[in-house]
């Protein structure tokens, strides 16, 4: 029998505090009971942004996890446990504290005693991954000898924060596109992209391909990477902050923003990116890590075998223009038998 989800969607009234909202679409999605055990630890990973270009001034709204999303889940998680932790990772553009500082995680820190980890400077774990997609298995650089096996292993064995490993995990992104083809589009599941503790991800994970004269970002690897870490830590719920998207030219780091109004949540992260998806018109089975996700029973992303409570997709549509060649991606994929 195939699995099946629920996921729910809600319209958001109070865009200042939208508390009320985010509890009613997390109960009606199933609620926390199942899934936080009181006093349990929680990490909270929001999609925060270190954009050079707005490092004086205001962030585009969507292109992040807002503070009035945060600190609302914040308080809801807070009535099941006291252990809470917000984690991020250091990238080219910036660090993690600078990140915290820019998106006000201080602030909700103080606020609510919690715990922030950066998951590059935390305790690291290697982990064993089932079916390998980008990583490699523990011992599958033993056939070589050193220095080059442990000069391998540094670079292709997932590590994860041994603090996020350790707790459960609920993904709260933004709703916004990218700019390259094999990712086109953050929702929950691209966001645990940020659990990864390499600094250098844009060039370790997006590869540059030549074609008619110009170059492409493809970054296929993120969707690898991203299947391999939600085999070993998936996101145990998704909470997406759809108070407004980004969508556009270059988003993130350009576009335009657009108000949405919704919250969406479920416990499987998979189902509830494939309906955000719907709602702002993108089929997320497009991008072939959605595809194979299924097939690898990480979760649901086939719409007949989701339901969904709430507002119907209809009544809350707002289609997102995409700046990427998903053409060229489809017959790339026809091409080399994906």
């Known amino acids: 029998m195939e699995k099946r989800a629920k996921v729910a969607i809600l319209k958001v009234d109070n865009f200042q505090d939208p508390y009320d909202t985010i509890e009613e679409t997390v109960r009606l999605a199933g609620g926390f ?6 006093n349990s630890k929680v990490t909270i990973k ?32 807070k009535k099941r446990t006291s252990k809470i932790a917000v984690i991020e990772s250091d990238t080219l553009l910036g660090t993690t504290e600078t990140a915290f500082e ?27 991954i089932p079916d390998p997609q980008f990583y490699v298995a523990l011992d599958g650089l033993d056939w070589l000898d050193e220095p080059e096996r442990s000069m391998f292993a540094r670079e292709y064995v997932l590590k994860l924060s041994k603090k996020y490993l350790d707790s459960v995990r609920i993904s709260v992104p933004s709703m916004k596109t990218q700019a390259d083809p094999y990712s086109a589009i953050t929702f929950s599941i691209k966001n ?32 690898r990477s991203v299947l391999d870490v939600c085999q070993v830590a998936p996101p145990n719920y998704a909470i997406i902050d759809g108070l407004w998207g980004l969508h556009g030219p270059g988003a993130p780091s350009t576009g335009y923003t657009v108000k949405i109004g919704v919250i969406i949540a479920s416990k499987d992260a998979w189902a509830a990116d494939t309906v955000a998806g719907a709602v702002v018109g993108f089929d997320m089975r497009r991008l072939f890590y959605f595809r194979k996700a299924e097939s690898m029973g990480l979760g649901v992303t086939n719409m007949e075998n989701i339901e969904i409570v709430g507002e119907k997709i209809d009544s809350v549509k707002v289609p997102f223009k995409l700046d990427v060649s998903l053409e060229a991606q489809r017959l790339l994929d026809k091409a080399i038998g994906r």
Do not use: Q
């Open 33 to 38: 009971e199942s899934t936080i055990a009181e």
């Open 46 to 77: 929001p999609n925060l942004v270190r954009i050079p270009k707005y490092k004086r001034g205001e962030l585009p709204k969507g292109c992040a996890t807002s503070f009035e999303v945060m600190n609302a889940v914040i308080r809801l998680v």
């Open 102 to 128: 820019k998106h006000g995680i201080y602030d909700l820190s103080d606020k609510y005693d919690l715990e922030l980890i950066n998951a590059t400077n935390d305790e690291l774990v290697d982990c064993e």
């Open 192 to 223: 645990m992209f940020g659990v990864l503790p390499e600094v250098r991800k844009f060039p370790k994970f997006h590869e540059i391909k030549s074609w008619n004269g110009k170059k492409f970002n493809i970054g296929i690897n993120v969707g």
